[in-house]
């Protein structure tokens, strides 16, 4: 679609771009949480789940699976 002249574009490629860079920085956080999980050492794994089962619990309800 094409834009009118002088329309404003870049406020939504900017809230695009933010959006962009926030899923990119959670993808690394899960890929740092998972790795954690599947090749941490015990002591590591238990330690990550204490911190973030709080936050997976929230999550389970936002969502209707608890």
Same mark, same amino acid.
């Given at each position: 679609? #094409?834009?009118?002249?002088? %329309?404003?574009? =870049?406020? =939504?490629?900017?809230?695009?771009?933010? &959006?962009?860079? @926030?899923?990119? %920085?959670?993808?690394?956080?899960?890929?740092?949480?998972?790795?954690?999980?599947?090749?941490?050492?015990? =002591?590591? @794994? &238990?330690?990550?789940?204490? &911190? =973030?089962?709080?936050?997976?619990?929230? #999550?389970?309800?936002?969502?209707?699976? %608890?």
């Amino acid at each position: 679609m #094409l834009n009118k002249p002088g %329309s404003n574009t =870049k406020g =939504k490629k900017d809230a695009w771009t933010q &959006e962009y860079v @926030q899923i990119l %920085s959670t993808l690394i956080m899960v890929e740092y949480y998972l790795d954690i999980l599947l090749y941490g050492d015990k =002591k590591d @794994q &238990e330690d990550l789940v204490k &911190e =973030k089962e709080g936050e997976v619990e929230e #999550l389970a309800k936002k969502y209707g699976l %608890s």
